[in-house]
């Protein structure tokens, strides 16, 4: 068994005699999407004028999803993407280099890590034995999520265990957990510790993070944002879809972890620019027929719908005649009606099929119709 065997592949590739498959980069593609969390070395090709390398490293364990900084005081040569021994609180973990350089650098200064003698340092290179130990205890974490599991629920505890984490010396084991309370899991640290024969140190974490542990495919069809390179969570309120005129509906809304979606808030900043343009809602035109009060807004292009009250007609101006027509109303001035050049009588939406999925429809309950009459036949021959 070699290291190679242990760099991981793209979530779709496959593994094939020790190597991925897929984009045959044997798991260091450029990209770096082999693994969780990664950050593209945009030095690596640059020499420095530095007299020697940066001796710090950072180093990734599990799925990628937990990454540390090791100082490398032995001087071992070592590249991104090798398999090494470093300390731990108790014992030495494996992990694999995500990062070296002066990268490494400019990254504790963004993470706000300080760079002093409290970093703990590289043993050495993992060898056989080593990679022969990881990977047993990789395969032993889904078991002992498992039994976990059912230990916790035996105990009536009120919290779900998401993922446990070995470190790679078989000397402690660490359990994410979610819940939504306080949970007294003393006892549950006592059995678990008599079952596996390790430290146990139970962690809990938020939904978020527990959506970026497990991973899994968004909406969108990519892979969530939590668990490949977003590692920090702000807060998302309803505001976010409301100010991009989506509909407040959960289910759509809502990722895999149950709260609304982080990429809400991506866009947003660049519609309450644009929505500046716009007059507030809450603004109603005034004209001889009475007073229209703003429906929606289309932000991409400019134009804002009206209605007047007990009337089935939506009136689609342009922003350059609704800001008219209000200019006019702050001079005290009433239209005899909206903008007629610009003007567009449109119903009022209402829920409808296309013709597509109206055609499908009506052939379903067709074909459910015919299948309901034949076992009416049916059971009327067998009487």
Request: glycine share 8%.
């Amino acid at each position: 068994m070699t290291i190679a065997t242990l760099k991981s592949g793209c979530s779709n590739c496959g593994i094939g005699l020790g190597h991925p498959k897929g984009c045959r980069s044997n798991g260091s593609c450029s990209t770096g999407g082999c693994n969780k969390l990664n950050s593209y070395n945009w030095l690596s090709d640059l020499v420095l004028p530095a007299d020697k390398p940066y001796d710090v490293a950072e180093v990734s364990f599990g799925q990628g999803t937990r990454k540390d900084f090791f100082r490398n005081r032995r001087g071992i040569v070592f590249s991104t993407g090798d398999m090494v021994a470093v300390e731990a609180q108790h014992g030495y973990d494996i992990g694999q280099v995500s990062l070296s350089g002066e990268l490494v650098r400019l990254q504790m200064r963004r993470k706000k890590v300080a760079d002093d003698d409290n970093l703990q340092s590289i043993i050495r290179r993992a060898h056989e034995r080593d990679i022969e130990k990881y990977e047993k205890l990789s395969q032993e974490e889904k078991r002992m999520t498992f039994r976990a599991r059912v230990i916790a629920r035996s105990m009536k505890l009120d919290m779900k265990i998401s993922q446990v984490e070995c470190q790679k010396d078989g000397k402690k084991a660490t359990f994410y957990f979610t819940a939504d309370d306080r949970v007294d899991f003393r006892e549950l640290v006592r059995t678990l510790a008599s079952e596996f024969h390790m430290r146990i140190d139970m962690r809990q974490i938020g939904p978020r993070q527990e959506a970026g542990k497990v991973g899994g495919i968004g909406s969108c069809g990519r892979e969530l944002c939590c668990s490949t390179w977003l590692t920090q969570f702000k807060n998302v309120g309803t505001h976010a879809a409301r100010y991009q005129q989506l509909a407040i509906n959960q289910a759509k809304l809502a990722g895999q972890c149950g709260r609304l979606k982080c990429c809400l808030n991506y866009e947003l900043d660049t519609y309450m620019d644009a929505l500046k343009e716009f007059p507030p809602d809450d603004v109603r035109l005034g004209t001889k027929e009475g007073n229209a009060h703003q429906v929606k807004v289309d932000i991409f292009k400019k134009e804002l719908f009206y209605s007047y009250p007990r009337s089935s007609k939506l009136y689609r101006l342009s922003l350059h005649d609704a800001n008219e027509v209000i200019e006019a109303n702050n001079r005290g001035e009433l239209p005899d009606t909206l903008p007629e050049r610009r003007v567009e009588l449109v119903e009022k939406p209402v829920e409808s099929f296309s013709t597509t999925e109206q055609i499908t429809l009506e052939t379903l309950e067709r074909t459910s119709r015919k299948r309901l009459h034949k076992r009416k036949k049916r059971k009327g021959g067998r009487s």
